[in-house]
């Protein structure tokens, strides 16, 4: 078993001891759903980012993070009936703060990307299932990890206009001084609880 299946299945397993025994079928489907949504989020996002990039550089792909992101996450978050979106324990954008759960997931993602070589590997997911008083909570995380593309708006060295760029458009922003390889943040997807 590899060290992504390892964390996977304690992370499932980690869910589902949360959740007491309870009648009628679960919806098996959430999960490959949940990871369907995550595969077009950030397909779509990185399809407008490349956009941007090749037609106005990287003060272009953070007017496309602004603005375009928060679109497709709600557009998608609108047709599933699910809450999709981006975080990051080092935010650029202060409305994708992360809950409890949100950084704790992260914060074994991190420390899975550091001790072990992610080349030619899928990045690290976690699924959730778990009984409140609302009912069942689903939800599904899956780590978006820094790729060399990416460190032209979240590296250690950027263009003074993109600094420039970045500071009027997040003036709060943490999400910089990132390496190829490391945890950049995580697509969340998180189904209404059902009963």
Known sequence: MN???TTR????????LALPA???EP???WDERSRALADQLMSELQAELGRAMQQGGPVAAVA???????EIAARLSASSGAEVGRTAIRLRNPA?????LERAVMQGF?????????AGTAPPEAIFESRSARGIERRYLRAIVMQPVCLACHGATLAPELVM????????????GFETGQLRGAVTVRWPATR
Request: hydrophobic share 40%.
């Open 27 to 29: 919806d098996v489907a």
């Open 9 to 16: 299945s304690a992370l499932i397993l980690f869910g589902l």
């Open 64 to 70: 496309v993070c602004k603005s375009r992101a928060p």
């Open 22 to 24: 309870f009648g009628g």
């Open 110 to 118: 991190a420390a899975e990307l550091s001790s072990a070589s992610q």
């Open 96 to 100: 994708n703060a992360p809950d409890d």
């Open 3 to 5: 060290s992504r299946q």
């Open 165 to 176: 760029a970045i500071a009027r458009e997040y003036p709060q922003d943490t999400a910089t």
